[in-house]
């Protein structure tokens, strides 16, 4: 009797450490493939140095287009941030509008580039890409764990060279940076699990 006593504690030992020692899982996804071409429902920023009083803040048409002060509408969606800086530079030049001017554009929000975030969050759904958009960015963009999240089983699916890949991470191992922060990219699907009660 004694001896199955030892042996149970041992065991129980075991178990423990085993729990204790945990190691962190690398997350086994592709790198992310950086979409920066503007797209319809984009919102970004335009300055033209030395122009504060003009509007700064502009958002493209469903037929892709933006309504710019001194140039009119232009055809912005497929181009990217620094080719559309570059065209409103040369039409203010062209209209002798501006002789030198410097003009830079920064992406707010890819609205026509998004990742889901479904599952055990307050509020599931799909959210425009962010520049820089991670994981934790994109969960608390959802509102945050519900009070049923399994922290521990956040699956990431992402499309990458015609395949389809799926990595599980532990949020908790993120926020405790036993792991870094997952980069996201225009198509991902975020699944947060449910605790096993």
Do not use: H
């Not at 002060?69 to 941030?81: D, F, H, I, N, T």
């Not at 002798?96 to 890819?110: A, F, G």
């Amino acid at each position: 009797m004694q001896r199955s006593g030892r042996w149970l504690a041992a065991l129980l030992a075991l178990a423990i450490s085993a729990c204790s020692s945990r190691q962190p899982e690398p997350v086994n996804l592709p790198p992310p493939v950086e979409a920066t071409t503007i797209g319809v429902g984009d919102v970004f920023d335009l300055r033209i140095v030395g122009e504060d009083k003009l509007p700064s803040s502009f958002t493209v048409a469903p037929d892709g287009t933006v309504d710019f002060p001194y140039v009119k509408r232009l055809k912005v969606a497929g181009l990217e941030p620094q080719e559309l800086a570059e065209l409103v530079r040369a039409k203010l030049m062209e209209g002798q509008i501006l002789t030198d001017p410097s003009v830079s554009v920064s992406i707010r929000e890819y609205n026509s580039k998004r990742v889901e975030v479904l599952g055990e969050v307050q509020k599931p759904g799909s959210l425009p890409l962010q520049p820089g958009m991670t994981l934790l960015r994109a969960i608390s963009m959802a509102g945050g764990f519900n009070s049923i999240a399994n922290k521990d089983r956040v699956t990431i699916r992402r499309k990458s060279q015609g395949k389809t890949v799926f990595a599980v991470v532990s949020v908790e191992d993120i926020i405790d940076n036993k792991i870094p922060d997952v980069p996201l990219q225009a198509g991902d699907s975020i699944n947060v699990a449910q605790r096993v009660f």
